[in-house]
């Protein structure tokens, strides 16, 4: 096989298992998948018509991003709802990011405030789900919803912390989309408005204790629970 021949080999199956992980991923997020459920490497590999070995990379890659987990002996699964994960991920949550968030009020200048406001003008004008498939979240409204957590924290400056918030969401995401579906009263676009409006005021206290409050109800909403369909806000 010459060089080329290989490298375009190597390309092709590259560009497959990246559209079979995206494939995978989304189907998880959009909850596809319940806890528990195994994924079984033939089974995706009949549906999307591709090799096991594109399968198996995909499936390593969701592992990593802990949305899927490799069980000894036998495949691999989605995480199950009483994952302690969760429950830690969130703990570690509530113990960083309030302290990021009044660490942005201190720091943060008149140009931090300004991509707050619009970030978050962004998220509260984004519509949360796709027309006609239901519950399922928009990728334009998590997106919204990332960045605008996000820059509420941007002001602290310490690119550590916030290269540790990125790891945190990512890794958080599945689980505030199972929570939210066990509490769809909540309201959200409530929570993240009393956010903005406390940064913006300046007040790291209430700041701090609103996000603080905001993470719990998510992580009140992972415990017992049995469903699995993405709905409302976290």
């Known amino acids: 096989m010459s060089q080329t021949t290989h490298t375009s080999a190597s390309s092709g199956k590259q560009m497959l298992s990246e559209q079979v992980y995206t494939h995978l991923r989304d189907a998880i997020m959009r909850g596809d998948h319940a806890p528990g459920d195994a994924l079984k490497p033939q089974d995706l590999a009949k549906e999307q018509g591709v090799s096991l070995a594109v399968v198996r990379e995909a499936l ?18 989605v995480p199950a709802f009483s994952d302690r994960r969760w429950q830690e ?34 998220l509260s004008r984004t519509p949360a789900y796709v027309p ?23 002001g602290c400056g310490n690119l550590v912390l916030l290269e540790t918030f990125d790891r945190l969401w990512t890794a958080s995401e599945l689980a505030r989309r199972w929570s939210a579906h066990r509490n769809p009263g909540r309201d959200g676009a409530a929570e993240h408005r009393r956010l903005e409006e406390a940064a913006l005021a300046r007040d790291a206290d209430t700041a701090a204790e609103v996000l603080t409050q ?21």
């Open 214 to 234: 905001h993470l719990t109800q998510t992580a009140v909403g992972l415990t017992d629970c049995t469903h699995h369909e993405p709905t409302n806000e976290a």
């Open 60 to 77: 390593v890659r969701v592992v990593g991003e802990g949305l899927a987990d490799r069980l000894p002996n036998r495949g691999f699964a």
């Open 89 to 122: 991920i969130a703990e570690a949550r509530r113990t960083v990011e309030p302290a990021m968030l009044r660490m942005s009020v201190e720091r943060g200048d008149v140009d931090w405030e300004a991509r707050v406001r619009a970030a978050h003008h962004r």
């Open 132 to 154: 006609g498939e239901g519950e399922h979240y928009s990728s334009a409204w998590a997106e919204a919803h990332r960045v605008f957590h996000r820059t509420l924290l941007e």
